[in-house]
């Protein structure tokens, strides 16, 4: 492959305010609107746009947050008359991005985005607050099980975006890593010492890292019942629960919320 490469467009860049959430104590900036005109990125993340909870939202890996604007036909269909599927946003994401999903991106990319170098750092292991913003229980293990997650980018070098800029592929050190193939591995869990040394070689988050280094030590899967449902460990063992095997029916899309 020629590098560098147009891969993709920035359809429409996002930024949102934390403001309290569904749940008692929680907050959330899940709800975001749209931005006209060019935007700063940073190692922060975009300017004007906060996080609920930053122990485990935000910070220089997560600095940004992609969604493939490919994915909501799926979602349409299988959620109809919901109305936050009408536009970008629906997912949190700071970039919806046309052109790319998460087949075509792979881990340590570097894209040039306007007047910003960005890094693919992880994929996003959704939670619970899609559950409460769709109104619908198991939202965000619908969204692990299909593996329409969305991405991160860390920023390289600050500078300007805005929508309509192309997303420019200006090196792919890891092609044979797209993030489904390690979403994949997460969702399927996978203990494999073999594909968790490969999968250790790279260069994981932090989060990530600690995930299958745990798995390689322990032979076991982290508990996702926290993340996936907003509740504590049921008890003290670390396998995940099963996820459903089909979506059950969604109940009626709430009206609007910040959750």
Known sequence: MSLPQAVGRLRTVLAGRAVPCTRPGSRSA???????GAVDAGPEGLAGDEQGDRRIHGGPDKAVH???????????????????LDGPGAFGENFSVDGMDEADVCIGDRWQVGGVLFEVSQGRQPCWKLNDR????????RVQRTLRAGWYLRVLEPG??????????????????PLA???????????????????????LTDAWRRLFRARLQTGQVESWEARLRGDPPTSASSVAPPAPSAPSPPRPA????SA
């Open 254 to 257: 709430r009206g609007p919320s």
């Open 30 to 36: 899940i709800a975001k609107i749209a931005l006209a």
């Open 181 to 203: 193939r390690l979403l994949r591995a997460i969702r399927d869990r996978d203990c494999e010492p073999a594909l968790l040394q490969q999968i250790l070689a790279l260069p």
């Open 134 to 141: 769709f109104g619908v229980p198991d939202m965000a293990a």
């Open 160 to 177: 300007r975006v805005q929508a309509g800029d192309a997303i420019v592929r200006i090196a792919q050190p890891h092609p044979d890593w």
């Open 66 to 84: 992609c969604y493939a604007w490919a994915h909501y036909a799926h979602w349409r269909e299988v959620l109809p008359g919901t109305p936050w």
